[in-house]
DNA sequence: CAGTGAGCGAGCTTCCGCTTGACTT
């Protein structure tokens, strides 16, 4: 749409996305007209798998619906131009764009040019101009690997799940290791069985220098493992003399991270802000539209020498020369392709940004970052002191740190994932204390700790962990975790924590020792990643027919393939075909041999009826049942029911599943209608005279609740809704003015409207409010499209995979 | 929103990686 499409350029540079063209525009001048691919134009039509099995897997490229308008303008610019740039990025998804356009736009080889720069630096595309190259068709044949890989796997394996477990679900080489992890870890956690010991602290009292009383806190250098031992070393305390045996010191220096990657910007924004990784990346985007920070999708650490320099003048004007310690840093990750600079700020000189709350936060957390990490090492003294208790061969040992030189420290500390044992990691200054000195017990202190279960996934972690495999790119880590969350096959969510008892042990300086059992909460967990019914019998179909697909290393080892599909020493359609053969010879016997699979699993004997109660995976989701199916004439139906929230096919019992057919439960009669208790989606409820009421939270018990009680319930609530009543009309009983959460407002036909702010709702006639009603409807006709296609979207798809569906209607309308 | 728990079968679902917008209570 730009007023330059129509007038003939000399140059014409096409990069991958708008932004960056911008910038690149401003650096090479008015003979340059710079323009965006919006990345990828084509990709491999949906019929046939878009791949001709039966001739080399010769690839039906088609281009995308949302990119015929981008590719008909490239196609004039491109024709008018004396010379085409093709600036995509240095990595083989780049190099194939390049190859695409190529062919797509019909360019000529004598005026296109392959162009590569990894920092949008002046210096740097000046040079790249200057030193065009040839698309690297190996590299493109690299990507055509990668690509037709990729679909032959997602296009064989899916459809073989809808038909051994459910329709619509999905597979696919980055997605099903995704959901492996965390069923892995989920299986992990319910085998874990916690192991006690007793922790010993001690606090010592201690006159520093100018006679002031501190206190010193050290903990026991072992711990106990039964009660027994652990009370009779307390006892001994009690008159034993504690004597400073030693008192180390060692130097001790940190070092930075890194620059920012994608993978450990989302790690550090959900540890220190709780962004999710989606959240993260969207106001990265806007970060990066604005100018204020380079490109967020990379894999690289590295940094431009225009951002070191400034850095370094940076830290030098804001710190001292002393706090400047310019690095160079390497990857560690697996496969990584480093097209682009580390997430940088733009200029370094700006701390902070103008924009929203969360947009500051994620700026002045990545120059942070980025400062830190051109800033010197701190140093560090360790000091530990031994101090020995009594004669029991045993000792106290308090930890300090004091800082010598903070270094990077003044800027930037780097989080983790360990939760609980932070206290262990406390730096604390120590008073002056030297060796032979006799020290005053004040108390001494023992607790049960028991062993941590291993850490359920975060989004953040499970990117960090699938970039460790080397599984995924800086671009679809946020949408692979969408997916699989979409898909139903996990389930992000907090649990609260459970109570546990622990044996507690006291003494303090010249009393008797107290015993105690005390409590703690234990395993609550927020934002966590937890598998869902249908995610881990997917998992188990797939592991049991498909193990080599699912495995840990299958990304890394096809990668070595298209390394050397890229180095021109295997043609890549014979490394495909390598793969193909066999796998889908997999697919074929899966198909024909394998049972469904429903996660079934037999709890026992109901007593009431002597029938069979089993689990399995229903058409809704995850259900009991009591008896079994037969084919017999007049034979009995089986008895079903869903399962709750927060229970598993895998961990549910026998006594769990029976009490599910407990309800719904007649109590009795009130008015002569059937009052009745059940649990919905929302909770237990009480049903009566078709209008629901919940129960209350942690007062009712559904299955113990008696009439009266839920009489009671049911006047409180009509109370209530009373009060929600503002006006009514006798005239229209369709039609009412309801007190609501944002104030008062008009319901009409099970429709709410709004009602304006200077109009008094009490006040309303009924004409008034037809009339808003009218106006209301008028104003928003749009609302009412939206709403409908909202709502063919819903009837389509089970889930809620909105937004991809929702292209795809609209994109075949526009046909 | 508070249930449902199939085969009278028509046609659809699905992958991974590049990019940005246009959606909504």
Same mark, same amino acid.
């Given at each position: 749409m730009g007023k330059k499409t129509t007038v003939t350029e000399e140059n014409l540079v096409i990069v991958e996305s708008p932004a960056k063209a911008k910038t690149i525009e401003k650096f090479l001048g008015k003979d340059f007209l710079v323009k965006s691919?919006?990345?990828? %134009?084509r990709d491999l039509s949906?019929?046939?798998?878009?791949?001709?099995i039966n001739n080399n897997y010769q690839p039906d490229y088609i281009i995308s619906s949302d990119k015929k308008e981008v590719v008909k303008e490239l196609k004039l610019l491109a024709k008018n131009a004396k010379m085409v740039w093709? @600036?995509?990025?240095?990595?083989r998804e780049g190099e194939a764009i390049a190859w695409h356009l190529f062919e797509t736009l019909e360019l000529k080889e004598e005026n296109t040019r392959r162009i590569v720069f990894h920092e949008i630096t002046k210096d740097a595309i000046q040079k790249a101009i200057k030193n065009p190259r040839k698309i690297d068709i190996n590299l493109v044949n690299a990507q055509q690997a990668r690509r037709v890989l990729d679909r032959l796997v997602g296009f064989e394996l899916s459809p073989v799940l809808w038909r051994?477990?459910?329709?619509s679900l999905s597979a696919g080489r980055v997605q099903s290791v995704a959901v492996r992890l965390i069923v892995d870890r989920e299986r992990e956690v319910f085998a874990f069985k916690p192991t006690s010991s007793y922790r010993v602290t001690a606090i010592f009292e201690v006159t520093d220098d100018k006679g002031r009383v501190k206190e010193l806190k050290a903990e026991l250098n072992k711990r106990f493992d039964t009660y027994e031992q652990t009370k009779a070393f307390v006892e001994k305390c009690s008159d034993a003399e504690f004597l400073v045996s030693q008192v180390e010191k060692k130097p001790v220096k940190k070092s930075p991270a890194a620059p920012f990657t994608t993978s450990t910007l989302q790690q550090e924004a959900s540890r220190?802000?709780?962004?999710?990784v989606a959240q993260t990346m969207s106001i990265a985007q806007k970060l990066y539209e604005a100018g204020? %920070?380079?490109?967020?999708?990379?894999?690289s650490v590295n940094l431009s020498d225009l951002a070191l320099n400034m850095a370094s003048a940076q830290i030098s004007e804001m710190?001292?020369?002393?706090y400047v310690n310019i690095r160079k840093y390497k990857t560690k990750? &697996?496969?990584?392709?480093? @097209?682009h600079e580390a997430i940088?700020?733009?200029?370094?000189? &700006?701390d902070t940004v103008a924009g929203s709350a969360q947009e500051k936060r994620l700026y002045e957390l990545i120059w942070k970052r980025t400062i830190a990490s051109q800033m010197s090492d701190a140093q560090l003294e360790k000091t530990v002191i031994h101090i020995e208790?009594?004669?029991?061969g045993e000792k106290f040992l308090a930890t300090g740190e004091i800082i010598k030189f903070d270094g990077f420290l003044k800027v930037y500390i780097e989080s983790t994932d360990?939760?609980?044992?932070?206290e262990e990691n406390e730096s604390v200054l120590l008073p002056p204390i030297h060796e032979g000195e006799v020290l005053e017990m004040l108390n001494v202190e023992a607790r049960q700790r028991w062993s941590q279960k291993p850490a359920r996934y975060t989004e953040a972690s499970l990117v960090r962990k699938l970039e460790e495999l080397g599984i995924g790119r800086p671009s679809t880590y946020a949408p692979t975790i969408s997916t699989i969350q979409n898909r139903g096959y996990v389930e992000k969510e907090d649990r609260d924590g459970t109570e546990r008892h622990y044996k507690h042990l006291w003494l303090e300086k010249g009393k008797p020792v107290i015993e105690s059992e005390k409590k703690e909460i234990t395993g609550a967990e927020r934002s966590k990643l937890f598998p869902t019914d249908i995610g881990m019998v997917v998992n188990d179909f797939l592991v049991k027919y498909f193990e080599s697909i699912v495995s840990f290393d299958f990304t890394a080892k096809v990668e070595k393939e298209f390394d050397d599909v890229a180095l021109g020493n295997v043609e890549w359609s014979k490394s495909i075909d390598e793969f193909y053969k066999p796998f889908h010879d997999t697919v074929e016997e899966t198909l024909e041999q394998s049972e469904k699979s429903t996660g079934e699993r037999i709890l026992g004997?109901?007593? @009431?009826?002597?029938q069979q109660v089993s689990v399995r995976i229903g058409r809704f989701g995850p259900l009991a049942q009591i008896g079994v199916s037969s084919d017999e004439e007049g034979a009995e139906k089986p008895r079903f029911a869903s399962l709750r929230k927060g229970q598993h096919l895998e961990t549910i019992t026998l006594e769990e599943a029976l009490d599910?057919?407990?309800?719904?439960?007649t109590l009795g009669e009130f008015e002569n209608k059937v009052v009745v208790i059940g649990i919905g989606r929302f909770g237990p409820y009480i049903r009566h005279d078709s209008k629901f009421v919940s129960l209350k939270k942690g007062v009712d018990d559904p299955f113990e609740i008696d009439l009266e009680t839920a009489i009671e319930r049911i006047k409180t609530k009509r109370e209530e809704d009373l009060k929600k009543i503002i006006k009514e009309f006798t005239e229209e009983p369709d039609l009412q003015i309801l007190n609501g959460r944002w104030g008062p407002f008009i319901k009409y036909q099970k429709k709410n409207f709004k009602i304006p702010k200077d109009k008094n709702a009490e006040e309303l006639s009924l004409e008034e409010c037809k009339a808003l009603i009218e106006a209301d409807t008028k104003a928003s006709p749009k609302k009412k499209t939206a709403a409908k296609k909202a709502a063919t979207v819903k009837k389509t798809t089970?889930?809620?995979?909105a937004t991809t569906t929702k292209k795809k209607t609209t994109a075949k309308k526009t046909k």
């Amino acid at each position: 749409m730009g007023k330059k499409t129509t007038v003939t350029e000399e140059n014409l540079v096409i990069v991958e996305s708008p932004a960056k063209a911008k910038t690149i525009e401003k650096f090479l001048g008015k003979d340059f007209l710079v323009k965006s691919s919006y990345g990828h %134009i084509r990709d491999l039509s949906k019929s046939d798998f878009g791949v001709d099995i039966n001739n080399n897997y010769q690839p039906d490229y088609i281009i995308s619906s949302d990119k015929k308008e981008v590719v008909k303008e490239l196609k004039l610019l491109a024709k008018n131009a004396k010379m085409v740039w093709l @600036a995509s990025d240095e990595d083989r998804e780049g190099e194939a764009i390049a190859w695409h356009l190529f062919e797509t736009l019909e360019l000529k080889e004598e005026n296109t040019r392959r162009i590569v720069f990894h920092e949008i630096t002046k210096d740097a595309i000046q040079k790249a101009i200057k030193n065009p190259r040839k698309i690297d068709i190996n590299l493109v044949n690299a990507q055509q690997a990668r690509r037709v890989l990729d679909r032959l796997v997602g296009f064989e394996l899916s459809p073989v799940l809808w038909r051994k477990v459910k329709p619509s679900l999905s597979a696919g080489r980055v997605q099903s290791v995704a959901v492996r992890l965390i069923v892995d870890r989920e299986r992990e956690v319910f085998a874990f069985k916690p192991t006690s010991s007793y922790r010993v602290t001690a606090i010592f009292e201690v006159t520093d220098d100018k006679g002031r009383v501190k206190e010193l806190k050290a903990e026991l250098n072992k711990r106990f493992d039964t009660y027994e031992q652990t009370k009779a070393f307390v006892e001994k305390c009690s008159d034993a003399e504690f004597l400073v045996s030693q008192v180390e010191k060692k130097p001790v220096k940190k070092s930075p991270a890194a620059p920012f990657t994608t993978s450990t910007l989302q790690q550090e924004a959900s540890r220190k802000l709780g962004f999710s990784v989606a959240q993260t990346m969207s106001i990265a985007q806007k970060l990066y539209e604005a100018g204020k %920070i380079t490109y967020m999708r990379t894999d690289s650490v590295n940094l431009s020498d225009l951002a070191l320099n400034m850095a370094s003048a940076q830290i030098s004007e804001m710190m001292g020369p002393e706090y400047v310690n310019i690095r160079k840093y390497k990857t560690k990750a &697996k496969g990584a392709q480093e @097209a682009h600079e580390a997430i940088r700020p733009t200029y370094l000189d &700006k701390d902070t940004v103008a924009g929203s709350a969360q947009e500051k936060r994620l700026y002045e957390l990545i120059w942070k970052r980025t400062i830190a990490s051109q800033m010197s090492d701190a140093q560090l003294e360790k000091t530990v002191i031994h101090i020995e208790a009594g004669n029991t061969g045993e000792k106290f040992l308090a930890t300090g740190e004091i800082i010598k030189f903070d270094g990077f420290l003044k800027v930037y500390i780097e989080s983790t994932d360990n939760e609980g044992e932070q206290e262990e990691n406390e730096s604390v200054l120590l008073p002056p204390i030297h060796e032979g000195e006799v020290l005053e017990m004040l108390n001494v202190e023992a607790r049960q700790r028991w062993s941590q279960k291993p850490a359920r996934y975060t989004e953040a972690s499970l990117v960090r962990k699938l970039e460790e495999l080397g599984i995924g790119r800086p671009s679809t880590y946020a949408p692979t975790i969408s997916t699989i969350q979409n898909r139903g096959y996990v389930e992000k969510e907090d649990r609260d924590g459970t109570e546990r008892h622990y044996k507690h042990l006291w003494l303090e300086k010249g009393k008797p020792v107290i015993e105690s059992e005390k409590k703690e909460i234990t395993g609550a967990e927020r934002s966590k990643l937890f598998p869902t019914d249908i995610g881990m019998v997917v998992n188990d179909f797939l592991v049991k027919y498909f193990e080599s697909i699912v495995s840990f290393d299958f990304t890394a080892k096809v990668e070595k393939e298209f390394d050397d599909v890229a180095l021109g020493n295997v043609e890549w359609s014979k490394s495909i075909d390598e793969f193909y053969k066999p796998f889908h010879d997999t697919v074929e016997e899966t198909l024909e041999q394998s049972e469904k699979s429903t996660g079934e699993r037999i709890l026992g004997v109901d007593p @009431a009826s002597g029938q069979q109660v089993s689990v399995r995976i229903g058409r809704f989701g995850p259900l009991a049942q009591i008896g079994v199916s037969s084919d017999e004439e007049g034979a009995e139906k089986p008895r079903f029911a869903s399962l709750r929230k927060g229970q598993h096919l895998e961990t549910i019992t026998l006594e769990e599943a029976l009490d599910l057919f407990k309800l719904p439960r007649t109590l009795g009669e009130f008015e002569n209608k059937v009052v009745v208790i059940g649990i919905g989606r929302f909770g237990p409820y009480i049903r009566h005279d078709s209008k629901f009421v919940s129960l209350k939270k942690g007062v009712d018990d559904p299955f113990e609740i008696d009439l009266e009680t839920a009489i009671e319930r049911i006047k409180t609530k009509r109370e209530e809704d009373l009060k929600k009543i503002i006006k009514e009309f006798t005239e229209e009983p369709d039609l009412q003015i309801l007190n609501g959460r944002w104030g008062p407002f008009i319901k009409y036909q099970k429709k709410n409207f709004k009602i304006p702010k200077d109009k008094n709702a009490e006040e309303l006639s009924l004409e008034e409010c037809k009339a808003l009603i009218e106006a209301d409807t008028k104003a928003s006709p749009k609302k009412k499209t939206a709403a409908k296609k909202a709502a063919t979207v819903k009837k389509t798809t089970a889930t809620k995979k909105a937004t991809t569906t929702k292209k795809k209607t609209t994109a075949k309308k526009t046909k």
